[in-house]
């Protein structure tokens, strides 16, 4: 074959064209990038948490109680002489886990029997739809209560009643989306064709849902990641000695006259990195919609 | 229009029915002997036996589950650990959650109704960016931790507003609105970002509507056109959204009126947890979830004589 000709212009296949639109949507758009950006850096702190973080997350120096930030503390430190920085370091581990666990755990549960319900209907609708409604009738916070009753309070239980929590809104959405998807011209031709429905589910609906699934999940863990604070934060969740920024953040309560910014920092690490989910997300649901232009 | 309505009541009635066993059964799901959990912390037998045959707890599940629902039905929800009834606890806090859900609301929807139209209006202009940005960080802030940085700003440092607690209305109305003030704000922050992003979206698909191009070609002034044309159909949308944001609003209240101490609804739910009160736990998820049910169904009622589409789609084929 002789050498490749650089000024014939190589066709994309469909995907990669796709592909390629979507990452030059996405890179016009400077907030989503941002987002992304940040998202991306907390993930990173977050495993590598021992080669960032500078001490230990229970390394107590009780010569240097409640001190301000300074050069050796870059945040001070708490009223067990913890580094604060260290710790909300460590913490994101906790918290961005039990973020992504539940929001996957919850897609896990929730996108087979939202696409049963909405691909099959017939009987089983009526029935998952009411069953959601029962799940949506109780408190959240409720059912996070009951599995730390019954199983023991711990980062694992809550990340379950996160999951918990967060299925029926998804189950609702994969609902909706199978639903819609189902009336296509060609899942209707693939019908006729005889293909099974498997292969349909499998070929044709599951990939037209995963732009709204993706988009989905990028708000889920934000709200999934708060929900672990108001977990860690009410004694549910995770347990002392280990570290997240919802048990920060209860042990900053007591101090909110002498050290607001123990409360501060762990909370605004919070609301950075649910930003940036936040932010990112939206950004994929304007790039993954057809109907916008830029 | 009927057949619709008994419709969304039999759907109703069947989640609330089955919450109750729900609630039934995981009561007598967790760990040890119902008969500690439903009443009696000391092991003396006689005290056992009592708690026993007042609940019945010898007899077959099914039959303890109709006992207890009988009772409930009739507004008789046992009583607690400290020899309270536990419905008049709940009716005693309910308005005060009730109320701090309502100044919430107000705020909400003054900060976000507005915002929404005002970016829906101006849309690609700085105002539009300026609100959605809000709206974003509105969403993305963790409300409790919002509260507790207004209290240690207002309550610790300025001395503005008390940091926590309730004064009765009847009392001192002054009082208890700057107790309430901050729980208010803090709560009514995350709402507003829903509204306004929901009104936006809403006056977005409105404004470009043909009957709105009607209106401006009738010569309408434009504030005319905004606020009485497309404003009204943006505003079943948005209220539906308000009824179900009351579910999250009630879960919000749960830790907000932890943090503020008010003595509400939210705050015996952890209180009976905390405690181990189960007779009061079973009653205060109950009431949450008729509750929840109850406003789903008004919502989907008033959705529904809002918008005639509704109901005639509905209809089975």
């Given at each position: 074959m002789s050498a490749i000709d650089p000024s014939v212009s190589i066709e994309l296949t469909g995907r990669a064209r796709r592909r390629r639109l979507v990452r030059k949507r996405f890179l016009r758009r400077p907030f989503a990038v941002a987002g992304l950006v940040v998202a991306l850096a907390f993930i990173v702190v977050a495993i590598f948490a021992p080669v960032v973080a500078?001490?230990?997350?229970?390394?107590?120096?009780?010569?240097?109680?409640?001190?301000?930030?300074?050069a050796e503390h870059l945040l001070g430190t708490d009223e067990l002489g913890r580094d604060v920085f260290s710790r909300i370091v460590w913490g994101s581990r906790a918290s961005i886990q039990a973020g992504v666990f539940a929001t996957l755990l919850a897609m896990a549960i929730a996108v087979p029997i939202g696409l049963a319900a909405g691909y099959?209907?017939?009987?089983?609708d009526p029935v998952i739809a009411r069953l959601t409604d029962v799940m949506l009738a109780f408190p959240f916070l409720i059912i996070a209560v009951a599995l730390a009753a019954i199983l023991g309070p711990s980062l694992r239980n809550a990340t379950i009643a996160l999951a918990i929590g967060a299925a029926p809104a998804l189950i609702r959405i994969s609902r909706g989306e199978a639903l819609s998807l189902r009336e296509e011209d060609y899942v209707r031709a693939a019908i006729a064709n005889g293909a099974s429905d498997v292969r349909i589910l499998r070929r044709h609906v599951l990939p037209n849902m995963l732009s709204t699934l993706i988009v989905q999940a990028t708000v889920t863990i934000p709200a999934a990641i708060i929900g672990e604070a108001v977990l860690s934060f009410l004694g549910l969740g995770v347990q002392s000695p280990a570290t997240s920024w919802g048990v920060m953040l209860s042990d900053a309560k007591d101090y909110l006259g002498e050290a607001p910014r123990l409360a501060f920092y762990p909370g605004m690490a919070i609301f950075l990195c649910s930003l940036s989910f936040n932010l990112l997300g939206d950004g994929l649901r304007d790039v993954l919609d057809p109907r916008t232009t830029r | 229009m009927g057949g619709f309505l008994l419709r969304k009541l039999g759907a109703a009635l069947v989640v609330l029915v089955i919450s109750s066993m729900l609630v039934f059964l995981g009561v007598r799901a967790l760990p040890g002997d119902p008969a500690t959990a439903l009443?009696?912390?000391?092991?003396?037998p006689a005290v056992m036996a009592a708690v026993r045959s007042k609940y019945g707890l010898d007899d077959p599940l099914p039959i303890q589950y109709l006992h207890w629902a009988g009772l409930a039905v009739r507004g008789d929800l046992g009583t607690d650990q400290r020899e309270l009834s536990v419905a008049e606890t709940i009716v005693d806090r309910i308005p005060i959650t009730l109320e701090l859900a309502g100044l919430s609301i107000l705020i909400g929807a003054l900060i976000g109704l507005p915002a929404g139209i005002i970016a829906a209006y101006r849309r690609g202009k700085p105002e539009d960016y300026a609100a959605t940005t809000g709206a974003l960080v509105g969403l993305s802030v963790p409300h409790f931790w919002l509260g507790l940085m207004m209290i240690s700003l207002?309550?610790?440092?300025?001395?503005?507003?008390?940091a926590g607690g309730y004064v009765p209305f009847s009392e001192d109305p002054a009082a208890n609105l700057q107790h309430m003030l901050m729980p208010a704000i803090v709560l009514g922050t995350g709402l507003s970002a829903v509204l306004m992003r929901q009104m936006r979206s809403s006056m977005l698909g409105s404004l470009s509507a043909d009957y709105v191009r009607t209106a401006r070609a009738k010569g309408l002034p434009e504030r005319t056109v905004v606020l009485k044309h497309a404003l009204r159909n943006s505003l079943i949308t948005v209220t539906t959204v308000l009824g179900l944001q009351l579910g999250a609003l009630i879960s919000g209240a749960v830790i907000t009126e932890q943090i503020f101490v008010i003595p509400g609804f939210g705050r015996l739910t952890i209180d009976a947890i905390n405690q181990r009160d189960y007779t009061l736990l079973q009653g205060v998820v109950l009431v949450a979830a008729a509750g929840y049910v109850v406003v789903n169904l008004t919502v989907d009622v008033m959705y529904s004589v809002l918008n005639p589409r509704i109901r005639v789609s509905s209809k089975p084929a």
């Open positions: 500078p001490y230990a997350p229970d390394a107590s120096d009780f010569s240097q109680i409640l001190a301000k930030p300074s099959y209907r017939g009987w089983i | 009443g009696a912390e000391n092991r003396d207002f309550a610790v440092h300025l001395d503005w507003l008390p």
